[in-house]
T-cell receptor, first 113, second 113 residues
Framework: DQQVKQNSPSLSVQEGRISILNCDYTNSMFDYFLWYKKYPAEGPTFLISISSIKDKNEDGRFTVFLNKSAKHLSLHIVPSQPGDSAVYFCAASEGTSGSRLTFGEGTQLTVNP | EPEVTQTPSHQVTQMGQEVILRCVPISNHLYFYWYRQILGQKVEFLVSFYNNEISEKSEIFDDQFSVERPDGSNFTLKIRSTKLEDSAMYFC???????????FGQGTRLTVV
């Protein structure tokens, strides 16, 4: 099942700089996209979401961009902080499928002090 | 802040035994889910539950699996006869409405020996 793909297994950035995490999808029926953050031995924590009717959503240091024509979304974290170090998952759902989430593989973000 | 709670945090069971994983979703949420993550793999959808019945299930959710909401607060996942390949982290999640952000519990690590 490759409907949601995160091609970078890891990303390392310096504290204070921008982190950009990318996600691609193939299912054109997806209409709601989410980013989750996960620490070891914990469940995914919701960060931010975007509906397919928008191309940008912002919440504090987190901004999600959606490019529907490219079937691509990205999460920008500015400025990055060491506490942001975690695995980040993108997920998608179809409105008709009762909110079932399809997850990407995850990207391990490391923010170095 | 309201949260999804799961018990136990870790369960070890013999192959062929039945296990019940328990979850208390957020109290005013209407949709409930089980996901699992096998070590090194993606988070996978198992089943969604709404209005006291299964609304969707994946191909993983075969006859060995069942879900129940026995009272107004608990949501359980039962595996009737566990197999080695059922070893995984199992996450419960809930949403207030369809196609809104899902909140996840901290997970139950199931180890089948």
């Amino acid at each position: 099942d490759q409907q949601v793909k995160q091609n970078s297994p890891s990303l390392s950035v310096q504290e204070g700089r921008i982190s950009i995490l990318n996600c691609d999808y193939t299912n054109s029926m997806f209409d709601y996209f989410l980013w989750y953050k996960k620490y070891p031995a914990e469940g995914p924590t919701f960060l931010i979401s975007i509906s397919s009717i928008k191309d940008k959503n912002e919440d504090g240091r987190f901004t999600v961009f959606l490019n529907k024509s490219a079937k691509h979304l990205s999460l920008h974290i500015v400025p990055s902080q060491p506490g942001d170090s975690a695995v980040y998952f993108c997920a998608a759902s179809e409105g008709t499928s009762g909110s079932r989430l399809t997850f990407g593989e995850g990207t391990q973000l490391t923010v170095n002090p | 802040e309201p949260e999804v709670t799961q018990t136990p945090s870790h369960q070890v069971t013999q192959m062929g035994q039945e296990v019940i994983l328990r979850c208390v979703p957020i109290s005013n949420h209407l949709y409930f889910y089980w996901y699992r993550q096998i070590l090194g793999q993606k988070v996978e959808f198992l089943v969604s539950f709404y209005n006291n019945e299964i609304s969707e299930k994946s191909e993983i959710f075969d006859d060995q699996f069942s879900v129940e909401r026995p009272d107004g607060s608990n949501f359980t996942l039962k595996i009737r006869s566990t197999k080695l390949e059922d070893s995984a982290m199992y996450f419960c999640a809930s949403t207030r409405f369809m196609n809104t952000e899902a909140f996840f519990g901290q997970g139950t690590r199931l180890t089948v020996v």
